[in-house]
């Protein structure tokens, strides 16, 4: 355990403590070590605790803040504004009072980040061939933290050191492209140093290189966005999934979706109430014991074919709150199958499928309508093949991606960055009398006090 509170140093945005393992907040004498005295057997320990530290405490914020916050999921879960209140995203006006939401994914995104600077740094004066993969993971680790940072915030702080001067560490932010260069350059460094795919609970070089293709496409660098989920399905060692969809979802799952997701486990204590299934399941009778209060668009979920596979993660059940049936997403509560002493929650952080997907809408932002890898997915979640009639031109073949990508992609913390990348954020802000401040998220009014160099965002 890294936790010698006299010589482990804070990070940026002072949130981030250096989390190994399951006994995170119970550091004990034989568990700490000062950061002199690291040496390159305990990089596996420093690892794992920087993939511990990836989800947060429950849930995993991003995933129902940002797709509350979009068209695909609404919440009438109201909740105290200064913890997490979904009414708030519902209504695009989050709080910087809310520390519980928007606080702690902050916090989870720079303790993941502060745990791979320390590795990364110790690689950096003590090189080995030895420890390259160690090294291409805790830089796609870094990379993944700053990417939810900037999808949320815009610009952030950039800490890519370890620092343990508080003048140093309180600095002004980055602008939000130096963010993404910053994405770009951990990325492009950590492919080379990765091995191929082994296990969807680690960093693999296809994990990287599908992260930089989503950041591509969203930086509108579509040849390379292109070229590099082209690869990513040509290592052929992960596949789309021919059968059940729902079982893609569970931890274990002999499927071949998952490229990298965030998992807990394993949850001993009341596991049924764990997780994102009980914030987007119905209530009971359904295992899932949700609140019953966050499901799914109407219009979203009429819009799968009766043969979509699809279709197994979407149930219909009344809700007595407003007095009709409504459509629950259970991609999160295929795990409540488990047995409770050996339960997992996983959170699904890359899969395949978006993939095919970015290829597709890489091909149709150059001018193409080229449905190979559009028709591919389609035909693995058994529904309808399209033909080149179906999207007469490349805006069209447009339209048909951005609703593919719902379809598939719901829940998984992906929609309002399509809204924006699609450019449909605005007009749904409008719709709820928002303007464009509200394409970010604010900081939250604790940041503001630990860094007073940290500038508000435009509008809160």
Same mark, same amino acid.
């Given at each position: 355990?890294?936790?010698?509170?006299?010589?482990?140093? @804070?990070?940026?945005?002072? &949130?981030?403590?250096?989390?190994?393992?399951?006994?995170?907040?119970?550091?004990?004498?034989?568990?700490?070590?000062?950061?002199?005295?690291?040496?390159?057997?305990?990089?596996?320990?420093? @690892?794992?605790?920087?993939?511990?530290?990836?989800?947060?405490?429950?849930?995993?914020?991003?995933?129902?803040?940002?797709?509350?916050?979009?068209?695909?999921?609404?919440?009438?879960?109201?909740? $105290?504004?200064?913890?997490?209140?979904?009414?708030?995203?519902?209504?695009?006006?989050?709080?910087?009072?809310?520390?519980?939401?928007?606080?702690?994914?902050?916090?989870?995104?720079?303790?993941?980040?502060?745990?791979? %600077?320390?590795?990364?740094?110790?690689?950096?004066?003590?090189?080995?061939?030895?420890?390259?993969?160690?090294?291409?993971?805790?830089?796609?680790?870094?990379?993944?933290?700053?990417?939810?940072?900037?999808?949320?915030?815009?610009?952030?702080?950039?800490?890519?050191?370890?620092?343990?001067?508080?003048?140093?560490?309180?600095?002004?932010?980055?602008?939000?492209?130096?963010?993404?260069?910053?994405?770009?350059?951990?990325?492009?460094?950590?492919?080379?140093? @990765?091995?191929?795919?082994?296990?969807?609970?680690?960093?693999?070089?296809?994990?990287?290189?599908?992260?930089?293709?989503?950041?591509?496409?969203?930086?509108?660098?579509?040849?390379?966005?292109?070229?590099?989920?082209?690869?990513?399905?040509?290592?052929?060692?992960?596949?789309?999934?021919?059968?059940?969809?729902?079982?893609?979802?569970?931890?274990?799952?002999?499927?071949?979706?998952?490229?990298?997701?965030?998992?807990?486990?394993?949850?001993?204590?009341?596991?049924?109430?764990?997780?994102?299934?009980?914030?987007?399941?119905?209530?009971?009778?359904?295992?899932?014991?949700?609140?019953?209060?966050?499901?799914?668009?109407?219009?979203?979920?009429?819009?799968?074919?009766? &043969?979509?596979?699809?279709?197994?993660?979407?149930?219909?059940?009344? %809700?007595?709150?407003?007095?009709?049936?409504?459509?629950?997403?259970?991609?999160?509560?295929?795990?409540?199958?488990?047995?409770?002493?050996?339960?997992?929650?996983?959170?699904?952080?890359?899969?395949?499928?978006?993939?095919?997907?970015?290829?597709?809408?890489?091909?149709?932002?150059?001018?193409?309508?080229? @449905?190979?890898?559009? $028709?591919?997915?389609?035909?693995?979640?058994?529904?309808?093949?399209?033909? %080149?009639?179906?999207?007469?031109?490349?805006?069209?073949?447009?339209?048909?991606?951005?609703?593919?990508?719902?379809?598939?992609?719901?829940?998984?913390?992906?929609?309002?960055?399509?809204?924006?990348?699609?450019?449909?954020?605005?007009?749904?802000?409008?719709?709820?009398?928002?303007?464009?401040?509200?394409?970010?998220?604010?900081?939250?009014?604790?940041?503001?006090?630990?860094?007073?160099?940290?500038?508000?965002?435009?509008?809160?």
């Amino acid at each position: 355990m890294f936790l010698d509170y006299k010589k482990i140093i @804070l990070f940026a945005g002072l &949130t981030g403590l250096f989390a190994c393992g399951k006994y995170l907040d119970r550091p004990t004498p034989d568990q700490a070590i000062g950061k002199g005295q690291i040496t390159a057997g305990d990089i596996p320990l420093l @690892l794992n605790g920087a993939y511990k530290s990836l989800p947060g405490t429950w849930p995993p914020q991003s995933y129902p803040m940002m797709d509350i916050y979009s068209d695909d999921i609404i919440s009438v879960q109201g909740g $105290n504004p200064a913890q997490f209140n979904p009414q708030a995203y519902e209504a695009c006006n989050p709080l910087p009072s809310d520390g519980f939401g928007i606080g702690r994914n902050y916090s989870a995104a720079y303790t993941a980040i502060g745990n791979a %600077n320390l590795i990364i740094s110790f690689i950096r004066s003590h090189p080995s061939p030895s420890l390259n993969q160690a090294m291409g993971e805790a830089l796609t680790i870094r990379a993944n933290g700053y990417l939810v940072l900037v999808e949320m915030h815009g610009g952030v702080v950039i800490t890519l050191e370890n620092e343990t001067d508080i003048d140093k560490i309180r600095k002004p932010k980055s602008t939000e492209q130096e963010v993404y260069d910053a994405i770009i350059n951990d990325l492009t460094a950590a492919i080379p140093l @990765l091995n191929d795919f082994s296990t969807p609970e680690a960093a693999s070089k296809q994990a990287a290189e599908q992260l930089l293709a989503r950041v591509y496409l969203q930086r509108g660098k579509y040849k390379e966005a292109g070229d590099l989920a082209i690869k990513v399905i040509g290592a052929g060692n992960r596949t789309l999934s021919q059968g059940t969809f729902s079982n893609i979802f569970r931890f274990n799952s002999p499927t071949q979706e998952m490229i990298w997701y965030m998992a807990e486990g394993p949850l001993t204590s009341a596991y049924d109430r764990y997780g994102l299934f009980s914030l987007y399941s119905p209530g009971a009778p359904f295992r899932g014991n949700g609140t019953g209060f966050t499901w799914m668009d109407d219009n979203l979920a009429d819009a799968y074919e009766a &043969t979509d596979t699809r279709r197994q993660v979407v149930r219909k059940q009344m %809700n007595n709150a407003i007095g009709r049936e409504v459509n629950y997403l259970l991609k999160y509560s295929t795990d409540t199958l488990q047995a409770a002493g050996n339960a997992f929650a996983i959170y699904p952080l890359l899969r395949i499928s978006e993939a095919y997907l970015i290829a597709a809408e890489a091909a149709a932002r150059q001018g193409s309508v080229d @449905l190979t890898y559009f $028709n591919a997915l389609r035909k693995a979640r058994n529904a309808s093949v399209k033909t %080149n009639t179906d999207f007469p031109t490349p805006a069209a073949f447009l339209k048909g991606i951005e609703q593919e990508r719902r379809l598939e992609l719901v829940g998984e913390g992906r929609r309002w960055q399509d809204m924006r990348r699609f450019n449909t954020a605005l007009g749904f802000l409008q719709s709820k009398g928002r303007d464009k401040t509200r394409l970010y998220f604010p900081f939250t009014t604790t940041e503001l006090l630990r860094n007073n160099k940290l500038v508000q965002n435009e509008g809160y």
